[in-house]
C-alpha cells in the first residue's frame, strides 16, 4: 500500500455548529522546575485564546519516614514553598490578551499526580511539564506520566523542547479500535482558536505474508473510514483546513514523524487505575517521552467511574 493523503478544505466562514466548547477552564501543575514554569507559559496562552480561567497548582508531598507522626508534622515550611513557586509562576504572567480571566491558584498537601488527577474531573485540559523538579522524561510512575494515564479528562504533557504557545499544525493519531470524539473535539477546537490546519493520521501495519496472499490486506474500507471521519469533522468546523493521511509503519514511529517542536500531537487515550497502570512502551508512553512538542492525551469521558474513582 502507498502512503496516501485525503483532503478536505470547506473554507467560508464557521456557522457555529463547532462551537468552541470550553467552559471548565485549565489547569496547570507547577513544580518550581524550569519545565513547569515552560508548563505555565503554554497553559495560559491555551486558557486565553479559549477564554477560559486558568487554575495553577503546586502540590507538595508530606516527607515519608519514621521519624516524624504525620499528625504532628509542621505543614507551615511545605506551603511556604508553594506560595513563592506560585508567585514565580504568576510574575511570568505579563501582558494578556483583552477580557482574559483571572488566574487562580491552588497549593495542596499530597501527591501532584493525585491532586492533579481528582482536578481533571472538573476541567477542560490539564497540563504539566514532561519532567519536574526530580524526575525522568521514561520514568513509569513519573508525575506526567501516572497523570496522563489516570486523569479524567485531557492532559496536555508539555517537553521543556516544545517552541512557542500556538501550535503551527495540530496532528491526531486515529485509531478506528478506540471512541476519538473527545480527541477530535479537542484537536478541532484548538485548530480552529490557532488559525492552523489538522492532519489526521492512521498508521498501517505492513499486512502478513498469508494476508498478502489472500488479498485481505486491502486498504478500500480504510480510506473510506478515513474519508469518512475527515468529513464528518470538516462539516462541524468548516472554517478549519484539515487532510487525512495513512501511512504504513509502527504507529509511534509514524506519528512522531509527523510533528516537530513547533506542532502538537493529539491522541485518544482510556483510563488505567493506579493498580494496573499502562504497559511500558505503550504507543502513548513512548509519544510522551519522546515527542518534541506537547502531546495530548484526551481520555473518552467515563459515565461509571468504577475502579478509578480513587486516585493514587
Known amino acids: 500500500m502507498n502512503d496516501s493523503t485525503i483532503d478536505s478544505n470547506s473554507g467560508g466562514g464557521d456557522p457555529g455548529a463547532g462551537r468552541d466548547a470550553w467552559t471548565r477552564g485549565v489547569v496547570v501543575g507547577v513544580d518550581g522546575s524550569a519545565e513547569g514554569y515552560h508548563a505555565f507559559d503554554w497553559a495560559l496562552a491555551v486558557a486565553d485564546r479559549h477564554h477560559v480561567r486558568l487554575t495553577v497548582s503546586h502540590a507538595e508531598p508530606l ?100 517552541r512557542g504557545t500556538r501550535p503551527k499544525h495540530v496532528v491526531v493519531g486515529v485509531s478506528f479500535e478506540h471512541d476519538l470524539t473527545a480527541a477530535l473535539s479537542l484537536a478541532f477546537s484548538e485548530a480552529r482558536q490557532c488559525g492552523a490546519p489538522v492532519k489526521l493520521v492512521h498508521a498501517v501495519q505492513p499486512p502478513t505474508p498469508i494476508a498478502s496472499q489472500s488479498g485481505s490486506a486491502g486498504t478500500d474500507e480504510l480510506y473510506r473510514e478515513l474519508q469518512s471521519l475527515l468529513d464528518r469533522w470538516a462539516v462541524r468546523y468548516p472554517s478549519v483546513t484539515a487532510t487525512a493521511e495513512a501511512r504504513r509503519g509502527e504507529p509511534a514511529e509514524v506519528l512522531l514523524a509527523q510533528v516537530t517542536a513547533a506542532d502538537v500531537l493529539v491522541v485518544g487515550g482510556r483510563r488505567h487505575s493506579r493498580f494496573v497502570g499502562r504497559l511500558l512502551g505503550s504507543v502513548p508512553d513512548v509519544l510522551l517521552a519522546d515527542a518534541t512538542g506537547a502531546v495530548v492525551v484526551a481520555h473518552a469521558p467515563r459515565l461509571d467511574p468504577g475502579p478509578y474513582s480513587e486516585p493514587a
Do not use: F, M, N, Q
Open 63 to 162: 516527607p515519608v519516614g519514621p521519624t516524624v507522626p504525620l499528625p504532628t508534622y509542621d505543614r507551615a515550611p511545605l506551603h511556604d514553598r508553594g506560595d513563592e513557586i506560585l508567585r514565580t509562576a504568576l510574575a511570568r504572567a505579563g501582558d494578556r490578551p483583552p477580557g482574559s480571566k483571572d488566574i487562580e491558584v491552588s497549593v495542596s498537601i499530597g501527591t501532584p499526580a493525585a491532586v492533579l488527577t481528582a482536578l481533571s474531573e472538573d476541567v477542560d485540559l490539564v497540563v504539566v511539564g514532561r519532567r519536574g523538579s526530580g524526575g525522568s522524561a521514561h520514568a513509569l510512575g513519573s508525575v506526567s506520566a501516572a497523570t496522563a494515564a489516570r486523569a479524567r479528562g485531557a492532559v496536555a504533557v508539555i517537553p521543556a523542547s516544545t
